[in-house]
């Protein structure tokens, strides 16, 4: 086969570019992308649980990196555990979710009221601009040109 291409030459091609359009996308083009100053969600009362979990389990267990390992071990601590011992992590999440709605009002409240973010942004640009131009300055480039 001269100047042809063999059939693993054209199977690695076709990984290759499904690769990138996946590196690229990652996610459905359709979604509308995610407000930054949108509060997150409470964790439930399994994960208020894990987080605890997971710090004393990787006080017992040092050597072990696995997540999946802390993950289901967590899992089954937390299935065996009564009511009763379950009871405080319910009343952790209860509280992150009180708060979580206090947060979300006022969040509703803000977008209702009409975008504020612009002053936020035009900061973040006229930041960016002056960084811009104190790099010009500091480089010795335009120094050489001159001389």
Do not use: C, I
Not at 46 to 75: I, L, T
Not at 109 to 130: H, I, T, W, Y
């Amino acid at each position: 086969m001269k100047g042809g291409k063999s059939k693993s030459d054209t199977k690695s091609a076709k990984l290759s570019v499904n690769k990138n359009s996946t590196a690229k996308g990652g996610k459905k083009s359709g979604k509308a992308a995610k407000d930054p100053n949108k509060p997150k969600r409470p964790a439930s009362a399994f994960f208020v649980f894990m987080e605890e979990f997971r710090e004393q389990y990787k006080k017992d267990h040092p050597k072990n990196k696995s997540v999946a390992a802390v993950g289901k071990a967590g899992g089954d601590k937390w299935k065996s555990l009564s009511e009763a011992e379950k009871r405080p992590y319910v009343e952790k999440a209860e509280k992150r979710k009180v708060e979580y709605e206090k947060n979300m009002k006022a969040y509703n409240k803000r977008q209702a009221e009409g975008p504020k973010e612009d002053d936020a942004e035009s900061e973040k640009s006229v930041s960016e601009v002056n960084d811009d131009e104190d790099d010009e300055e500091g480089s010795g480039e335009d120094d050489d040109d001159d001389e």
